[in-house]
C-alpha cells in the first residue's frame, strides 16, 4: 500500500437526506481531495454506508455522490480498501465494479514495512454478544440473502431504517461501556499473540491509540461525533479529525 494510509470506519451515510447528511459528506470529499494529494492510500473499517444491499439492477438511490467521490478517488491513482461492516456487508461486486474497491467480508491483513497490521469493524466480538453473533449468521446466510432479495429495493430500504439504531448515536451520542474496551483489549491482544503489530477496530464508534509495548490497539471512531481519521506515515501513527488532516 502507498503510504500515507488513511483510514476511517463508521461513517453511517444515509441514502435519504436525513439531520446533517449533506455537511458530512462535503467533509468527506475534503478528505478525499486531502487523499490525492498525497496520493496514499484509503481503508475503510466497516458501516461507511447505513444500509446497503446489492440490488444489482436497481441499486439504493441516494449514494450517487458518494459513489462517484469514490470513483473519482481511484482514478486518481488511490487503492481503496473496505472492510464490510454490519450495515454494509451485502455487497455481491458492486463496491468493486462502480469504484474498483478491495472488498474484504472478514478482516483486512496487510504489512507496512516490518509492521502487521490488522484491520477488523469488530462486530460480534464481545465476550457475551451471543444472541448478535447468531443473528449474524441468519442474516449472512444465503437464504436469508436471498428472501431478502426478493423484495423490492423501497421496501428494503423502508425496512432498514426502521430496524437501525443510528438515529440514536445523532441524537445522544454513543454511551461508553467498560465492558466493551475490556473485550476488545482482550481481542486486541489475542491477534499480538498471532505477531500481529497493530489492530485497528471500528463498530463501536470510539477514538483512541492504546499502546501495549510494541503494540497498539485504534479504535477508529466514526463520521458523526469525532469525524475522525487515523492515519499510517513514514513518521508512524496519528488520530486526527478532519479539520486537522487539511
Known amino acids: 500500500m502507498n503510504t500515507p494510509v488513511y483510514f476511517i470506519s463508521d461513517n453511517h451515510f444515509q441514502f435519504f437526506n436525513y439531520y446533517n447528511e449533506k455537511y458530512r459528506r462535503e467533509l468527506i470529499f475534503r478528505l478525499f481531495e486531502k487523499i490525492k494529494e498525497t496520493k496514499g492510500t484509503l481503508v475503510i473499517g466497516g458501516d461507511f454506508l447505513d444500509f446497503w444491499f446489492d440490488y444489482r439492477k436497481n441499486q439504493i438511490q441516494g449514494y450517487e455522490s458518494i459513489f462517484d467521490a469514490l470513483t473519482d478517488l481511484n482514478l486518481s491513482g488511490i487503492e481503496i480498501h473496505y472492510v464490510l461492516g454490519n450495515h454494509d456487508f451485502w455487497d455481491f461486486g458492486y463496491f468493486c465494479d462502480k469504484f474498483n474497491a478491495k472488498v474484504y467480508p472478514e478482516n483486512l491483513e496487510f504489512s507496512i514495512g516490518n509492521e502487521k497490521i490488522l484491520v477488523t469493524h469488530g462486530d460480534g466480538l464481545l465476550k457475551n454478544d451471543y444472541g448478535y453473533r447468531l443473528m449474524k449468521k441468519i442474516i449472512r446466510h444465503p437464504i436469508s440473502i436471498f428472501l431478502f432479495g426478493l423484495l423490492r429495493t423501497k421496501i428494503g430500504c423502508k425496512l432498514a431504517s426502521k430496524i437501525s439504531k443510528t438515529s440514536r448515536h445523532f441524537n445522544d451520542g454513543y454511551n461508553e461501556?467498560?465492558?466493551?474496551?475490556?473485550?476488545?483489549?482482550?481481542?486486541?491482544?489475542?491477534?499480538?499473540?498471532?505477531?500481529?503489530?497493530?489492530?485497528?477496530?471500528?463498530?463501536?464508534?470510539?477514538?483512541?491509540?492504546?499502546?501495549?509495548?510494541?503494540?497498539?490497539?485504534?479504535?477508529?471512531?466514526?463520521?458523526?461525533?469525532?469525524?475522525?481519521?487515523?492515519?499510517?506515515?513514514?513518521?508512524?501513527?496519528?488520530?486526527?479529525?478532519?479539520?486537522?488532516?487539511?
Open 177 to 246: 461501556n467498560a465492558d466493551v474496551v475490556d473485550d476488545i483489549t482482550n481481542f486486541a491482544h489475542s491477534q499480538f499473540n498471532k505477531n500481529i503489530d497493530t489492530v485497528l477496530v471500528g463498530h463501536y464508534h470510539r477514538i483512541g491509540i492504546n499502546e501495549f509495548h510494541k503494540n497498539r490497539l485504534i479504535w477508529m471512531g466514526d463520521w458523526i461525533k469525532h469525524f475522525s481519521v487515523t492515519i499510517r506515515d513514514d513518521k508512524g501513527w496519528r488520530q486526527l479529525n478532519w479539520e486537522e488532516t487539511s
